[in-house]
C-alpha cells in the first residue's frame, strides 16, 4: 500500500516536528535509552501525530517520525532516512516515541529486531517495509 506524500512537504514536517532530542545529563534515568538510540544511530525522532498526518493531507498511522539518522549508523545502514515513520517494533504497535524506546529496551544485545516502517520514496509516495536492525552491545 501506497500513499501520496509530496517529498517537499514531508522535510518541512519533519523540520517543524517537536522531536526528541537525546541528551545524557548525569543521573539521568532514561540515559540507557538514549545511549541505545545514539548507538543504533537514531538522533532525533517524535511521535506521528494525527495532526501532522492532516496537516500533509495523508492517512494517520500511529508511529515514530525519525528526524536524523547519523551517517554511518546502523540505523542507516538498515535504510533508515529522515523522514521513515516507525510503526512496530518486533511486530508490537509503536503508537509513541516512548513505546518505542520501551519495545527497543525490550531486546538483548546482539539480538536481531524487525522493524516495520512507512518509508517515502522519491515518487513521493510511501511505501511499507520491513528492516532489520542488530541491538548494538552496551
Do not use: C, Y
Request: no cysteine; aromatic share 6%.
Amino acid at each position: 500500500q501506497t500513499v501520496d506524500w509530496k517529498l517537499g512537504e514531508l522535510s518541512e514536517q519533519v523540520a517543524s516536528a517537536r522531536v526528541s532530542r537525546p541528551r545524557l545529563e548525569p543521573g539521568d534515568g532514561e540515559e540507557r535509552d538514549i545511549v541505545l538510540l545514539l548507538k543504533f544511530g537514531i538522533e532525533r525522532f517524535s511521535t506521528w501525530t494525527e495532526q501532522m498526518a492532516q496537516r500533509l493531507g495523508v492517512p494517520h498511522t500511529p508511529g515514530v517520525l525519525v528526524a536524523r539518522v547519523r551517517s554511518g549508523s546502523i540505523a542507516q545502514n538498515a535504510g533508515i532516512k529522515r523522514g521513515t515513520i516507525i510503526t512496530h517494533v518486533m511486530n508490537v504497535p509503536v503508537k509513541q516515541a516512548d513505546t518505542f524506546i520501551e519495545q527497543i529496551n525490550q531486546h538483548a544485545d546482539n539480538e536481531m529486531i524487525q522493524i516495520d516502517v512507512l518509508e517515502p520514496i522519491r515518487s513521493g509516495e510511501f511505501r511499507r517495509m520491513f528492516k532489520f536492525l542488530e541491538v548494538p552491545r552496551e
